[in-house]
């Protein structure tokens, strides 16, 4: 069992097995929002479509998106609504028009969880 910053092993081994976690555990919902975060771009088609819309520079609408994947218009709405229900994508109503763009700032979290583990791990290396 290990209490944080200190150990005290319970398993009948000579060899030392277990680490000390120097952390607490992640709050619940955050965990749960970056999981749904990076579930969202879990998807090749949903990444190709991020792509799509992050080199357009400006809001593009499921046709702009459609016509550059092999994928039929019913498809990409399903990806840009997963995408749009995780906060990785923004939807604006033009006319009888959705137009979708990236959500710098929820991307932004989702790469600031990322680089957090990456420089403890490069730290602990």
Not at 29 to 46: E, I, N, V, Y
Not at 49 to 67: K, Q, T, Y
């Amino acid at each position: 069992m290990s209490k944080l910053g200190q150990i005290v092993c319970e398993c009948d081994t000579d060899t030392p097995c277990c680490v000390a976690l120097d952390a607490e555990p992640i709050d619940e919902l955050r965990s749960t929002d970056l999981a749904a975060g990076f579930k969202a771009l879990g998807d090749p088609h949903r990444v190709a479509i991020i792509h799509l819309i992050a080199n357009a520079g400006e809001p593009v609408s499921v046709v702009d998106v459609e016509r550059h994947l092999p994928l039929a218009q019913s498809t990409v709405s399903y990806h840009l609504r997963a995408l749009l229900d995780a906060g990785v994508i923004d939807r604006e109503k033009r006319t009888k028009w959705n137009y979708y763009s990236l959500n710098a700032p929820r991307l932004a979290s989702l790469t600031a969880a990322l680089d957090h583990y990456r420089a403890k791990y490069l730290i602990a290396a």
